[in-house]
Nanobody
């Protein structure tokens, strides 16, 4: 069983920055493909960003490209999402998710484990 715990959410003004963290239990984190999804009020969960097992390959949703950066530290069992130039439409609960086979995917159904989420609110 893998547990994922997100942190770093909060209230930020438009144009501001936040860094989300997601720490995983288990000894094989370095083999997982890690992902961030988000769900805004009244909307479906959507893909945000992914990183492969080594951190050498990343991919972003068009809506966050150039503003968000995903990275990982396998020594700390942690994946990060640096969010800059935040907009009100980025307001959502952000979830990290793991594919334990190392498969990267924008499809939430391909994830094996999920965190409980952290709320990001962008408002003045």
């Amino acid at each position: 069983q893998v547990q994922l715990v997100e942190s770093g959410g909060g209230l930020v003004q438009p144009g501001g920055s936040l860094r989300l963290s997601c720490t995983a239990s288990g000894r094989t984190f370095s083999s997982y493909a890690m992902h961030w999804f988000r769900q805004a009020p009244g909307k479906e969960r959507e893909f945000v960003a992914l990183v492969n097992w080594s951190g050498g390959s990343t991919y972003y949703a068009d809506s966050v490209k150039g503003r968000f950066t995903i990275s990982r530290d396998n020594a700390k069992n942690t994946v990060y999402l640096q969010m800059n130039s935040l907009k009100p439409e980025d307001t959502a609960v952000y979830y990290c998710a793991a594919n334990v086979h190392g498969t990267v995917s924008m499809n939430a159904n391909a994830m094996h484990y999920w965190g409980k989420g952290t709320l990001v609110t962008v408002s003045s």
